[in-house]
């Protein structure tokens, strides 16, 4: 068990959460003050890398969502910041130890498709990583996971069409695509925007597969969806920039967020088998 899982026991007083939410760019309002049972910053977490990027806050916060425990980590450390891969494992490792049996992520992303605008939300299917980068390379955590693990249902099928349900019970406009990583920090150029088209992408964004993959590794089943806040590069006339990717993300966010409190509040983590 980490350090961090550890800490956050101690402080829960061994509560565990049945929930983790992971909050990407510009997503910074999950719970309601009144649910919130304890925070804690990163700082405070050894096995957390501190994010460097506006937009995301670096602290680990649980609270109920109706009532179902659940613990959000209002922001998440990225590749690009010059973190090893294999650091960024720790956190998804950290979930598991506390007991979370279903992870939902999110992220803000780019469109590959001019009739998903910005504003648009999208449940990912799938995900292509053409990052150059795993962070399960290295020695196998066995305690965790097998050396090699299947993804073939990396996001999990049961858990996403109850997604959909619920969207629509709400009348939740919700996409559904394949998401494609690239390392960043720069955008795209256009030239690789069109490249992902052509092999099927949707969305595309520089974060959410490391911890897919790590979840799956070690058994937590994964939802995932985008906040789409722009065209990708070469779709539109305008300059890609940071600032456009938080705003879309904030005018999106209370619908995000009420899709995912709704969901939360619908699934029965006991009668969905999860992909373990």
């Not at 609270?63 to 659940?70: A, E, L, S, V, Y």
């Given at each position: 068990m980490f350090d961090s899982?550890?800490?956050?026991?101690?402080?829960?007083?061994?509560?565990?959460?049945?929930?983790?939410?992971?909050?990407?760019?510009g997503l910074t309002n999950f719970f309601d003050e009144s649910n919130i049972t304890f925070a804690i910053s990163y700082e405070h977490l050894p096995d957390f890398p501190q994010p460097t990027v506006?937009?995301?806050?670096?602290?680990?916060?649980?609270?109920?969502?109706?009532?179902?425990?659940?613990?959000?980590?209002?922001?998440?450390?990225h590749i690009y910041e010059g973190h090893e891969p294999q650091h960024l494992a720790k956190p998804i490792r950290v979930l598991k130890d506390i007991g979370c049996k279903l992870l939902i992520v999110t992220n803000a992303a780019g469109s590959l498709d001019q009739n998903m605008p910005a504003g648009s939300l999208m449940a990912i299917s799938d995900h292509i990583n053409w990052s150059g980068f795993n962070p399960l390379i290295g020695s196998n955590a066995d305690d965790y996971g097998p050396r090699f693990n299947d993804m073939s249902?990396?996001?999990?099928?049961?858990?996403?069409?109850?997604?959909?349900?619920?969207?629509?019970?709400?009348?939740?406009?919700?996409?559904?695509?394949?998401?494609?990583?690239?390392?960043?920090?720069?955008?795209?150029t256009p030239a690789e925007i069109q490249?992902?088209?052509?092999?099927?992408?949707?969305?595309?964004?520089?974060?959410?597969?490391?911890?897919?993959?790590?979840?799956?590794h070690c058994g937590i089943p994964v939802v995932a969806i985008s906040v789409i806040?722009?065209?990708?590069?070469?779709?539109?006339?305008?300059?890609?920039?940071?600032?456009?990717?938080?705003?879309?993300?904030?005018l999106a966010e209370s619908n995000i967020l009420n899709l995912i409190k709704n969901f939360i509040n619908d699934i029965n983590l006991d009668d969905t088998s999860g992909n373990n």
């Open positions: 899982s550890k800490v956050f026991l101690e402080k829960s007083k061994n509560i565990t959460p049945d929930v983790a939410v992971i909050l990407g760019s506006t937009g995301h806050a670096g602290k680990l916060v649980l609270g109920k969502i109706g009532t179902k425990n659940t613990v959000c980590m209002y922001g998440r450390s249902d990396g996001y999990n099928k049961e858990y996403r069409l109850k997604l959909l349900e619920v969207a629509k019970k709400i009348n939740q406009k919700l996409y559904e695509g394949i998401y494609c990583m690239y390392s960043g920090p720069n955008f795209e490249a992902l088209k052509v092999i099927g992408g949707n969305a595309v964004g520089m974060s959410t597969v490391p911890e897919v993959l790590v979840a799956n806040t722009n065209l990708a590069a070469g779709m539109n006339k305008t300059k890609l920039s940071h600032k456009e990717t938080l705003e879309n993300a904030a």
